[in-house]
């Protein structure tokens, strides 16, 4: 494992994610690693029958990308310290779709995420962002549950 010096966590403001953070971090500290951390704003779908239509997503998009941004720097205030070599990102997607551009754009050896653990039904109607992440990344990835 020594040789992880470029980890990606995904975060999404969730306690399950913040633990992820934590883990990551304490990985990234033991191996001198360098954390990037990304949070994705999903894109929302248009209601064609919406006045303002583009426009009005463009606009509210912009917000969420904004306010996802404010929400990281408090996040990574919180539970890191200047002696953490950290690289912030707000980026538009979904998750599993996103994950390996990122991965690609950090030259990310580990990502690091977030389950919920979910099982029957609310797996089935929920689906499972880690499981998606899982099939479809390039790298490791280590899924961190919150308890």
């Known amino acids: 494992m020594s040789h992880y010096k ?15 953070l934590q883990v990551a971090r304490d990985i990234g500290t033991r191996l001198n690693a360098k954390l990037h951390i990304v949070n994705f704003v999903p894109m929302r779908v248009m209601d064609m029958g919406m006045e303002g ?15 996802s941004r404010e ?14 070599e950290i690289d912030q990102y707000t980026q538009s997607g979904e998750p599993a779709a996103e994950i ?7 030259n990310a050896e580990l990502v690091v995420i977030g389950t919920h653990g979910r099982t029957g039904l609310k797996h ?18 280590l899924c961190v549950r919150s308890s």
């Open 53 to 67: 239509g583009v426009d009005f997503i463009e606009e509210m998009h912009q917000k969420e990308l904004e306010e």
């Open 100 to 106: 390996n551009t990122m991965v690609e754009l950090t």
């Open 124 to 141: 089935l109607l929920l689906g499972s962002i880690a499981e998606s992440i899982l099939k479809i990344a390039d790298v490791p990835v």
């Open 6 to 20: 470029e980890i990606l966590v995904a975060v999404d403001f969730s306690d399950t994610s913040i633990r992820a």
């Open 71 to 84: 929400k990281l720097k408090i996040l990574i205030k919180e539970h890191t310290t200047d002696e953490d």
